[in-house]
Every structure is written in C-alpha cells, then in structure tokens.
C-alpha cells in the first residue's frame, strides 16, 4: 500500500500515530494483523519530509499530525486517480506450462495442490468474514477477497479442465 | 477416507451404489462410495450439477434405498430397513435440509417446526415448546404464526432448518440449503451451521458453493457419481489472516 | 397466431401426457356426469308427465261416458252394484244426447263394450272388451306400441294389461271360450291402466266386479257384440273432446245428475294413475332426481376438484409471459377436448343403459319406440360437457388473473384463514388425526365439496334403501287378489330398480373416487414433506382418511333425513318406510369405511416410492 493511504486518513482530523493505527485497525479487521506501528510511523515521518503533513503540537497524548495544503492537494489528487492491482495469475499459468512442457510434472497435480491451498485460505477468510459483525467495514474488504478467492478456484477448474484435455489428446 | 480416528463414525457407508433405469437408459447416479463420517464432523460434498451429489445424500438420510451396497448410521445398518424403518429414521435420526425448503404450505412456520416432534410421538404441548425454542434460536420467533408464503427465502430456510432439528437428531443433511438465497440469507444460514456444528452435531453439506463447503471441515469433490477428491481444510493452520492476506506499508 | 396455435395444443398435449392419471380421472367424472345426465333425461320421458304425452299422442278423450241402469253420482266408485238394465235404446238415446250437450266439439263412438272372461297363459281374467274399427277415431284413437291397431278376428291389448299377463303379439287369447290371436298392444288415455281400468268403468252387471282386477282389450264390433251375454250384457262407451278440458270436471257433474249415464273426467284418470302410479314409476321419479343431484354434485368435483393445482399452472403459464387470453385458451383447449371425450363416452353408455332402466312397461307411453336418446338429450350433455370445461378454466384464470403471477405460483392467493375451533381441537388429539385436522382446516372449499358430494352418497343410498323397504313391506296391490299367477318376464320392477340402484350407487363410488384422488393429489406435497420428516405411510394415509372424513361424517348423517325426504317428495305425500337402522348403519359405516379405504390408496401407493418423488414433482 501506498503511503498516500495514511495521508487519506489524515484528511478527516489531525490526529495521533497510534489514533491512525487504531482507525487502520478498524477499517481492515484481521488482515491489518500483519501490519506493525513502526510501518505507520516510518510513513507519517516520511510524508512530513515531503511536506504533505505538518506536527500540530506535541501533546500529552503524544504528536498530532495534520494535513498541510500541499498533502491536501495530494490526497485530492490520489482519490481521483484510477488505479487498480494487476491480477497476478501469469506466474502460477506459466508453471503450468513449464512442467507440462518439460515433463517435470502433472500440472492437474499442481493444480489440486493450488486448489486445496486456495480452499484453505478460503475457509479462513469465509470465518473471519462471518466473525464479523454485521455492517463493519472490515467485513466488506473479507467478502472482497472471498470473492477474488472463489473466482481464482473457478480459473483453477478451468485449468484443471484444459490440461486434462490435453493430456487426453 | 480419512478420518478422525479417536471418534467412532457416525456415518459408515461401503460400496455404496444408487442405479436409475435399466438397460441402454441406466444411470448410475452413485458409483461404488466408500465414506465414513466421524460424529461431530462438518462434511462438504461439491461437485457439478447431475453428478450425484442429492442422491448420495437422499442415501445417507433414508429418503431412498440404495441398489448395492452396505450404509450404516450410528453403528446401526440402514440400508435394508422396511419402509417404515426408514421413516422412523428419518424422523428420528436425521434431519433434512433442502434447497427448496419443502415446508409445508398450509401450516404456519411454528406448525410444521412443530411436525417431527407431533410425528414421533410427542405431545402437542411438548412439541409446541420445542418449536418456540427452536424459532427462537433461528431468530424467527416473531414469525412463528405466519405461513411459509408469508416468508422470505432465508426466513423459509431457517424455518427449515428448525425444523430438521425439532427431535434433535444426530445428522442434519442439507442440499444445497443455500442454492434459493441471497447473500445475506446465505450468511445467516451459514452462521446457524456454524452454530450447529460447533454444539456437536454432525452435518453434511451438499453445495456447489466452494465458500459454504469450506466451512466444513473436510470437503469432498464427487465426479459422475464417485468421489475423485478429498481435502482435509482443517489441516494446517494457515496462521493470522493477515500473513496471508496481509496488509501491509510501504516501508 | 398460428404460432401460439400450435402452442397452445402442444401445451395441451404435453400436459395430457405428463398427466395421465388426471386425464383419465377427469375423463371418467365427465364420463360418468353425462351418462348421469342421459339417463336422467331418458327418464324424464316416463316420469314427466306420463299421462299427458300419453293423453297428446292418443287424442285422450276429456269425458267418458257410459250408460247405467240407474242414476249415478259421478266419482271414482260405483257405491254398490245396480241390479237389472234399461232398454238398449233408452241406453244409447241417452248418449246421443250428450254427444249434442253444450261444450262438446268432437267426439268418438259410441262403441260397444262387452266383459268376457280372457284364459291367456293359465291365468283367468275379466276383460273390458272394446268393439272398434280399423278407421282412426277422433277421438282417444289408442297408440300402438307393438303389431297393429285391431284387425277382424285379432285383439289388441292394452300394455299394462299385457305386461301382467306376459302376453306378446302373436299370442293367443280365449275369450269365454273362444280363441283370438293378439294382433297387437296399445295404450290410452281414456281409461286407467290394469288393474284398475274397472274404476273408469260404469259396470253395474257384474256384482263384486270390485274386488277383481281387471284390463282392457280391443277388438272389432261384430266380435266385441257377440262377446255379450244375457247376464253381463253389452254397454257403450263415449268418447268426448270438450272445448275447454279444464271444465271436464264440472261437465262430468252436471250431466252425472240428469242422465242414466256414468261419466268420467280425464282429471279422474289422471289422478287414478298418480295415485296408483306404480312402485317402480315412482322408483324412477326419484331415480331422475337422484341422477340429476348426482350430476351436480359430479359437475362441482370436476371444476373445483384440483383447483389449486390449475392455478398453480396458470400462474406458471403467466410467469413464462403467456398472456391471460393464451392461458384461459389453453386450460379451456384441454378441458374441452376431455369433456368431448368424457360426454361422447356418457352418451354412448346412457345409449345402452337408458332402456334398461327407462322401458318401465306401464301403461303409458312413456320412451317406448322413441329412441333412448334423442337428439335434444345429445344436445344437453354436450352443452353440459361445455360448460363444465368452460368452468374448470375459467374460475382458475379469474382467480389467477386477480391475484399476481407469485401468488398464483404459491397459491397462496388463498391464505387459509385459523379455523381456531379445528385447529385448537386438533391438539387433544393423535398426530395422524392432527396432521388430517391441519390439512382439512386450511382447505375449506375443498371440505365443502366433499360434504356436498358425500351427502348426495348418502342421500341415494337411503332412498335407494326406503324405496326397497317400501316394496318389501307393502306391495300397494297385493298380487293374491288377483288370482293371476305372477309372470316373471313382467315383473321388471324389481329388476328395474335393481338396474336403477346398481347404477346410482356406482356413480356414487366413482364420486367418491374422484373427490378422495382430487384430494389426495392435492394434498401430495405436503404428505411427502411429512414422509421425509419420518411419517410412516400409516400416519400419512391415516392423516389423508382424517381429512376427508371431517367432512364426510356431517354428509353421511344429513343424507338420512334428505334421502327419505326426497321419496316422500316423490311419492306424492304418501307415506314413507323408513329402512331399518341397521340398514341405515351399514349404510353410514360402509361410506366412511369405504372413503376411508379410498384415500389409504393413493396413500399406499404413494408410499411405495421414496418420498422425494412427491417432492421433487412440486418442482418441476
Ligand atoms: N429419479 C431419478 N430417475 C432417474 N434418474 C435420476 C433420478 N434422480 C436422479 N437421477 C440422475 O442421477 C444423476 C444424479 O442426480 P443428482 O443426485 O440429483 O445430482 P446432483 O444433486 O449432483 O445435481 C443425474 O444424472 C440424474 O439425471
Ligand atoms: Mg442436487
């Protein structure tokens, strides 16, 4: 992720690194798990080098940052732009190919292997969308990645479907 | 087929077969199964449409008699019961779950939660306070008086759903339970499975769904009436979401 | 619209197929409605009106008279025999007169009458032997059912007359010892029929002629003179057209008093007839009427019979974007071409049953040489078979039409109102009656309907049962005053009642079938749903049984009171024999026990496939 997400969430108060930390907590449920306070604070003090965000003051709960016209700007700039991740699938097609191609393996093994992984992450993902209460904002970006989940087990049938296929010819 | 050895199984089946027809015309809908559930196990089968996925289930739930092979439920043979042996079974052991709902149009959602417990015996007022409890539980206890037309589809289902739990069997069977539901009634449903399955009972799940089949914990792919695959989902923990999945800064 | 055309037919004929059982069920109901509904009609040309048709065809004469030796009182009965007789002349003076009377517009005879003593197959019976010729009267010119109107040297023979003699064409009779071939029988109007024809009859020679049965028989003059003896002389009858038939009464009284003469009014004979009608005419009075509340009852099964599955299905025609229009034309297109079927079938069974039961031999005219059904009687049962097709598609369209295409597909356009009373009453008891309770207390139409036709059961088979008691207890003319052997050919009452039970009560079976298979496919899905929550077939027939026996039990006792009320209808006032109890409980008993059996049936039979067929058919 970007730095400019951090920046976003600044444009709604000034506010404190762990405040942010806790506001990031809650808008990504278990998957901003992985994510540690030092990330968040190696980011706000580069953004304030760039001159996006300014310190407040130093309080007694510790800094508060605020958005500085210039990072104003930036975040206006970002939410308009249309960006979207590249499906990442060439990689596991492209294994397909090489062990079909050099014999080194059964691609419809490799494939069920991918698949049981995927089922599993699926199951993972499935309890931790149902965990969530109703209408919480991480619940929406979990049913995301369900989705993105099943529609990559459908490509892998596919798969499976196209190298039995072949090896059947 | 795997299983969780230190149970005894609930569900044992052996060469199970169901045959259609005869001739040019026979379909064998289920091929020679081997499968053993363990009590308290959540099982998923998937596999596409017309490959046998209901009929095995209707096998496993006496709602129909195998053409070969050996079924057992709870250490008891089921698959040479009488009729009325099949009844009692069903009405007893199992409870069924369908994509349809088949509830029963002319009696109100406390009614037919109210129908096993009269059919096995119960006495009315018994069998009342059961359905109150069950309607309860699925969340629908201001609904008990309506009649199934009266009802959404996830409504329908959970009425359903209480229903198969009204003589609190051992098994609770469901085909494709979600196939007739949006997404916020599938998640309902989902969260009452869950909820079942974390209480004891045992559930196989028949879906084409692969998010409702991997709330099971072991999901099994059936091809042309045989199973082709079985994956553990148990197995392994995958550790925090978030190392997988995981979110993280540019740093 | 040639494409919808031919949609509609192959729509048609893919549910034919896909239904077969319903077809044959609803064709066999039409079936059996319209042979109902013919027979009904072959009846009522012997039950309406008999002596009317008769008095039309014949030119019934509308005042009789004969010459006594002495004044009369008009009436039915001559207060006691007159001894001696007038003069021939003074005799026939006194009828000439009357043919000039004020009122009279046409008149027949006189002809001369004699009383021989008729031998015919071992039997010895007086006779009214009427001298006529061969030239066709004016009036009361008698209708010849068999051979021919009278030739020199032959009788012809009145039919009732001839039916309890078991005399046919061809036969010989003797007339006080001489021996006559019967060329033939006949019916009339001018006098009552065997055995009562001496009450239209100024006999006053023969002493005790009262206590004898007696009947009446054509001949030519010069045979029916020379039939006279000193003892019983020769008399003459009068036939009278009057202008104004409805004064024939007062005319009877006015010249009764002046003249030596025995007159009768047609009303007389008319009332002689009804009164006297015989056991079996009044057997097929109430025979029609039961035929007839069948039919309707039938006609209500057919058209709401799977009511709610028809809508089911024009709901699922909507829901594909079949227009209202196209949906009413394809329910009608298939009804039709069941009712078409179903009445051609009733028609051609009423063809072959109606003389069976409508060929009473009385001595009316009745349906003899016309054919057991007419054109008009075609007429009727196919516009009967129309309209019970029209309404079998209409009333579930209406109703579809009315509620939306998801309800229709529901049916839940019906939201069965609580019956508190049932439904609260229900838990008292075992589950199967409860199930059976449920079923009932959510289908009210569907209970009227079996109480409706259950009643009409039970209303024929009471009367079927009073009618026999009846015969048995008190035969209205005990047959050992005749000292006439009886004939077993002419004794078709019994078997006319017989055939007349044998078909009512089949009808009724097959409208127990009906509304018990109606019920039981109606009430598929839910008793598979209870066989795949474990009811065993057992709880699930017995369920099945409750819910029409709720119904059945009110019909049951209702149909006692109507059933006797009905022949007391029919028998004009007379009394009633109420049959005996037990008959009365067999009678109940056997209903419900053979509705009960009924609905096990489908029950069974259901029971005998897994249960997820009755689920799955609900999808598809
Ligand atoms: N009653 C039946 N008669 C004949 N064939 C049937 C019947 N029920 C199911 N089948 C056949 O058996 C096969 C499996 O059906 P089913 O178990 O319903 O599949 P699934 O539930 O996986 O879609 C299909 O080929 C189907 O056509
Ligand atoms: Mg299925």
Redesign the pocket.
């Known amino acids: 992720m970007q730095q400019e997400v951090v920046l976003a969430l600044l444009a709604k108060e000034p506010s404190t690194g762990s405040q942010l930390r806790a506001r990031l907590n809650d808008a990504l449920g278990p998957l901003g798990e992985a994510m540690n306070d030092g990330q968040v604070y190696v980011n706000l003090s580069r953004l304030e080098k760039a001159g996006f965000i300014a310190r407040e003051t130093s309080g007694a709960v510790g800094k508060v940052y605020a958005l500085t016209p210039a990072g104003q700007d930036r975040v206006a700039e970002w939410l308009t732009e249309v960006s979207w991740p590249k499906p990442d699938l060439a990689e596991f097609h492209l294994k397909l190919v090489a062990a079909a191609e050099a014999r080194l393996g059964d691609p419809i093994g490799i494939v069920d292997a991918q698949r049981r992984e995927l089922l599993r992450r699926l199951r993972e993902v499935g309890r931790a969308a149902m965990a969530e209460p109703q209408g919480s904002k991480a619940g929406l970006l979990l049913e995301g990645i369900v989705l993105r989940l099943q529609a990559d087990l459908r490509w892998l049938e596919a798969c499976e479907r196209a190298w039995t296929d072949r090896r059947n010819r | 087929m795997s299983t969780n050895g230190s149970v005894a199984p609930l569900v044992v089946a052996r060469g199970l077969r169901k045959e259609?027809?005869s001739g040019e015309g026979l379909?064998r809908?289920?091929d020679e199964v081997d499968l053993e559930v363990a009590a308290g196990e959540a099982l998923a089968v998937m596999?596409?449409?017309?490959?046998?996925?209901?009929?095995?289930l209707?096998l496993l739930g006496g709602l129909d008699r195998p053409t070969a092979g050996e079924l057992w439920l709870g250490g008891r043979r089921i698959d040479r019961l009488s009729e009325r042996g099949l009844a009692q079974l069903r009405r007893d052991d199992v409870g069924f779950v369908f994509q349809a709902f088949h509830l029963m149009d002319e009696l109100t959602a406390q009614e037919n939660v109210e129908l096993p417990a009269l059919l096995a015996g119960r006495s009315p007022r018994a069998a009342r306070r059961r359905a109150r409890e069950l309607l309860d539980d699925v969340g629908l206890s201001d609904r008990a008086g309506h009649l199934p037309s009266a009802l959404s589809g996830g409504q329908r289902q959970r009425v359903a759903i209480a229903r198969a739990l009204a003589n609190e069997p051992e098994l609770v069977l469901a085909?494709e339970p979600t196939g007739n539901l949006d997404s916020v009634a599938t998640l309902e449903v989902l969260r009452l499975f869950e909820t079942l399955h974390t209480s004891g009972l045992t559930l196989v799940v028949?879906t084409h769904d692969e998010r409702i089949a991997t709330t099971a914990d072991r999901l099994i792919s059936?091809r042309d009436?045989a199973f082709v695959d079985e994956t553990r989902l148990v197995d392994g923990t995958r550790g925090p979401l978030g190392a997988l999945f995981g979110v993280e800064l540019e740093v | 619209m040639l494409g919808r055309t031919l949609l509609a037919f192959r729509l048609v004929a893919a549910s034919l197929r896909r239904r077969p059982v319903e077809a044959a069920v609803t064709l066999v109901a039409i079936a059996a409605t319209t042979t109902t509904l013919t027979l009904g009609l072959a009846l009522h040309g012997v039950t309406d009106h008999p002596y009317e048709t008769t008095r039309a065809i014949t030119s019934g004469p509308d005042v009789v008279a004969m010459p006594t030796s002495s004044p009369t009182t008009s009436g039915p009965r001559i207060s006691s025999p007159k001894a001696g007789s007038a003069p021939r002349t003074n005799r026939l003076a006194a009828l000439d007169d009357l043919v000039h009377a004020e009122g009279v517009v046409a008149h027949s005879g006189p002809y001369p009458v004699s009383f021989p003593t008729m031998q015919v197959n071992g039997s010895k019976v007086l006779a009214v032997a009427e001298g006529r010729s061969s030239r066709r009267a004016a009036v009361d010119q008698p209708y010849v059912t068999e051979g021919t109107w009278v030739r020199t040297g032959g009788v012809v023979i009145e039919r009732s007359f001839a039916e309890e003699l078991g005399v046919d064409v061809g036969d010989k009779v003797t007339l006080d010892g001489r021996s006559f071939p019967v060329v033939g029988i006949a019916v009339t109007a001018a006098v009552p029929p065997y055995p009562y024809t001496v009450t239209g009859v100024a006999f006053d020679t023969l002493p005790d002629i009262w206590s004898q049965a007696t009947g009446l028989i054509w001949t030519t003059e010069p045979i029916a003179r020379s039939l006279a003896t000193p003892s019983v002389p020769l008399s003459y009858m009068l036939n009278l057209k009057l202008a104004d038939p409805q004064r024939a009464s007062a005319f009877v009284a006015a010249h009764s008093a002046n003249h030596a003469l025995y007159l009768e009014s047609w009303q007389y004979v008319r009332k002689v007839e009804s009164q006297q009608m015989l056991p079996f005419q009044r057997g097929l009075l109430i025979g029609s009427a039961l035929l007839d509340l069948l039919a309707v009852a039938s006609l209500a099964v057919i058209v709401g019979g799977r009511l709610a599955e028809r809508t089911r299905r024009v709901g699922l025609l909507k829901a594909v974007g079949a227009t209202p229009r196209l949906v009413a034309g394809v329910l009608l297109l298939e009804y039709l071409t069941l009712a078409l079927l179903g009445a051609g079938v009733g028609l051609a069974v009423g063809w072959f049953a109606a003389p069976l039961i409508a060929n009473p031999g009385a001595g009316l005219v009745g349906s003899v040489g016309a054919p057991p059904v007419t054109p008009a009687d075609v007429g009727w049962v196919v516009a009967l078979a129309v309209a019970v097709a029209g309404l079998a598609a209409w009333i579930p369209s209406v109703r579809a039409a009315r509620t939306s295409t998801t309800s229709a597909l529901a049916d839940s356009a019906r939201i069965p109102k609580r019956r508190r009373l049932l439904v609260g009453a229900a838990s008292h008891l075992p589950t199967q009656l409860l199930l059976g309770l449920r079923l009932a207390a959510r289908r009210p139409r569907r209970m009227i309907l079996t109480l409706v036709s259950v009643t009409v059961t039970m209303t024929t088979i009471v009367s079927v049962l009073a009618i026999h008691a009846h015969e048995s207890q008190a035969a209205p003319i005990p047959r050992s005053v005749f000292a006439i052997p009886v004939n077993p050919n002419t004794r078709n009452t019994d078997a006319v009642l017989l055939v007349l039970t044998v078909v009512l009560v089949f009808l009724s079976i097959v409208n127990a079938v009906v509304i018990t298979w109606a019920t039981s496919v109606d009430s598929k899905q839910p008793l598979g749903v209870a066989r795949a929550l474990g009811a065993t077939t057992r709880q699930v027939s017995a369920g099945l049984s409750t819910a029409l026996l709720i119904p059945s039990l009110p019909g049951v006792i209702a149909g006692i009171p109507l059933g006797l009320l009905l022949v007391k209808a029919a028998g004009h006032g007379s009394s009633v024999t109420v049959p005996s109890g037990l008959w009365l409980a067999a009678a109940c008993i056997g209903i419900l026990l053979g509705i009960g059996a009924l609905s096990s049936i489908p029950a069974r039979i259901e029971a005998r496939r897994p249960p997820?067929?009755a689920l799955?058919s609900e999808l598809t």
């Open positions: 259609y027809g379909v809908a289920v596999g596409p449409s017309g490959c046998g996925k209901s009929t095995l209707h085909d028949v059936m009436g | 997820l067929d799955q």
